[in-house]
Nanobody
């Protein structure tokens, strides 16, 4: 499976963005898909993950209540709706797949190129 994240951009604090993760090849619908982010000088961190059927979703505490992950297997796409954005949300956002019940970046694969989100204060 190959993944491509898109939808990033520059937004003011309090604003919203919707990221998309489009998949090609493989059986996308059989994978859990996670969103991660990496800010300058920091390690890649978990943001959200969704089960293969969309029934189970899990969020990092830092984004809980503000971000929503969803998927449309018919379109081979996973989304990350980001609301009430804060300057500390500034990072490159990546999506990746896993067959394991985990939030560790090392357990995910098929990393695509990320999309940059910049939140100004």
């Amino acid at each position: 499976v190959q993944l491509q994240a898109s939808g990033g951009g520059l937004v003011q604090a309090g604003g919203s963005l919707r990221l998309s993760c489009a998949a090609s090849g493989g059986t996308f619908s059989s994978y859990r898909v996670g969103w991660f982010r990496q800010a300058p000088g920091k390690e890649r961190e978990f943001v959200a993950v969704i089960s293969w059927n969309g029934y189970t979703r899990y969020y990092a505490d830092s984004v809980k209540g503000r971000f929503t992950i969803s998927r449309d297997n018919a379109k081979n796409t996973v989304y990350l709706e980001m609301n009430s954005l804060k300057p500390e949300d500034t990072a490159i956002y990546y999506c990746a797949t896993s067959r394991r019940s985990t939030t560790m970046p090392a357990d995910f694969g098929s990393w695509g190129q990320g999309t940059l989100v910049t939140v100004s204060s």
